[in-house]
């Protein structure tokens, strides 16, 4: 595979992140956001499970242990921020849901440097006040405009935080990454289902009439795109990556736009147009090496 060819697979996956945030909002009018995100991440399983297999495989004949608990952890934080972020889009739009969901890139080095004593590269912090002043915006200038839903997705963002701390650390001691994604779909299915059966009313019939949502979610977003993902960039460079996947946030606008007839007034085009500069900024400076000078 070329660089080129990569990023363009980058691409797809970046635009079937973004259009998912359409599924996971019309989902709702037809089934709960526990059992949804049940039934979505073990179909995730399912279509991860003969990689994850595989590498288990050889983790057997290699004598290796498994860390249960930091992968149990893992699927953890993975349910509490899909189950917030699901909760929030019911009480947002699709853009604010993705764009506020991105907040999460800012505050992972901030975590890391809590957790690890890693110190973060300068650009995150001017990048989350970028982000703060775009959630501003976004708000329409007035932060009593921002709703329940959006309060929601904001939290979730920091539970995804943690998850991409999380899976960082456990992919570098197993050497695994969809054994530990398989893991966390299967962990995060099993709390959506179990906690669908305490807090919804079970339906197959809700399960049908959102079938298309759950397939999209589960099988493009959570296992195809997760694969595309993990195999593409390891052809491309990471600033490539960087910049191609934060366009998931503008690709869910986009889709907002043209399945919803989603509309944002000029201050909040301006909000996104802020945010998504952050999140660049955060992603591509640390990447970015001061070139030798070259002798005349």
């Not at 079938?211 to 490539?240: C, H, K, P, R, W």
């Not at 503008?250 to 500069?277: D, H, K, M, S, T």
């Amino acid at each position: 595979m070329t660089r080129w060819q990569a990023n363009a697979v980058i691409v797809f996956v970046a635009l079937i992140w973004g259009t998912t945030f359409v599924v996971q909002h019309t989902s709702m009018e037809n089934i709960g956001p526990q059992y949804f995100t049940g039934v979505r991440f073990l179909l995730g399983t399912l279509a991860v499970l003969p990689f994850a297999l595989r590498e288990l495989r050889k983790l057997d004949r290699a004598g290796r242990r498994l860390d249960i608990l930091g992968m149990i952890a893992t699927g953890i934080s993975m349910y509490l921020a899909s189950i917030f972020q699901q909760i929030g889009i019911m009480g947002t739009t699709v853009t604010n849901a993705a764009f506020l969901t991105a907040f999460y890139v800012p505050a992972v080095p901030v975590l890391a440097y809590v957790v690890f004593r890693n110190r973060p590269h300068w650009s995150v912090w001017p990048g989350g006040a970028m982000c703060v002043y775009g959630t501003y915006l976004l708000s329409g200038g007035d932060l009593s405009g921002l709703g329940t839903g959006d309060f929601w997705v904001m939290g979730s963002a920091l539970f995804w935080a943690v998850q991409v701390v999380m899976i960082g650390v456990m992919v570098t001691r197993t050497n695994a990454p969809a054994l530990v994604a398989a893991t966390q779909f299967f962990i995060t299915g099993i709390l959506g289902m179990a906690m669908g059966a305490v807090t919804e009313t079970f339906s197959f019939a809700d399960i049908y009439n959102a079938g298309f949502e759950i397939l999209y979610a589960g099988i493009m977003s959570a296992g195809i795109a997760f694969t595309l993902q993990a195999v593409a960039q390891n052809y491309t460079e990471a600033s490539d990556a960087a910049i191609i996947m934060s366009a998931e946030a503008v690709f869910a606008a986009i889709a907002g736009a043209w399945f919803l007839g989603e509309r944002l007034a000029p201050a909040e085009y301006a909000g996104c147009g802020v945010i998504l500069a952050a999140i660049i900024g955060v992603q591509l400076l640390p990447m970015m090496r001061r070139r030798p000078s070259v002798a005349i």
